[in-house]
Nanobody, 115 residues
C-alpha cells in the first residue's frame, strides 16, 4: 500500500524556520499533486500549500512570502520550507498526495511556535 510520512516538525521560537519533509514510502507512480495542510486544536483543517507535477504552486494567503513548497518527483517527496514563523502557525501539519482523484494522507507532524 501507499503510505506518506512527514518529518521535520518541532518547537521553534517566533521568527525561526523549519523544513518539513514528506516521502511516499510505497508507490511506483508519481502523484499528480502534493500538498501540505495544517490543523490547530478546535480549528478546521486548512490547505497551506500545493504543488502540481509540473511545478505549479499555490499558497494560503496567511503563508505567502514566508513558506515555500517544493517536490522531488523522482522520490515522490514534498518539502515545506517555513520561514518567519508566527505563533499562529502552530498546528499539526499533514501532507497529501493526489493520484487519479484519490487522496493519500500522512500521519502528521507537530509544529509549535512559541511567542
Amino acid at each position: 500500500q501507499v503510505q506518506l510520512a512527514e518529518s521535520g516538525g518541532g518547537l521553534v521560537q517566533a521568527g525561526g524556520s523549519l523544513r518539513l519533509s514528506c516521502a511516499a514510502a510505497k508507490t511506483i507512480f508519481m502523484f499528480n499533486a502534493m500538498a501540505w495542510y495544517r490543523q490547530a486544536p478546535g480549528k478546521q483543517r486548512e490547505l497551506v500549500a500545493a504543488i502540481t507535477g509540473g511545478g505549479s504552486t499555490n499558497y494560503a494567503d496567511s503563508v505567502k512570502g514566508r513558506f515555500t513548497i517544493s517536490r522531488d518527483n523522482a522520490r515522490n517527496t514534498v518539502f515545506l520550507q517555513m520561514n518567519s514563523l508566527k505563533s499562529e502557525d502552530t498546528a499539526v501539519y499533514y501532507c497529501k498526495g493526489l493520484f487519479r482523484g484519490y487522496a493519500y494522507w500522512g500521519q502528521g507532524t507537530q509544529v509549535t511556535v512559541s511567542s
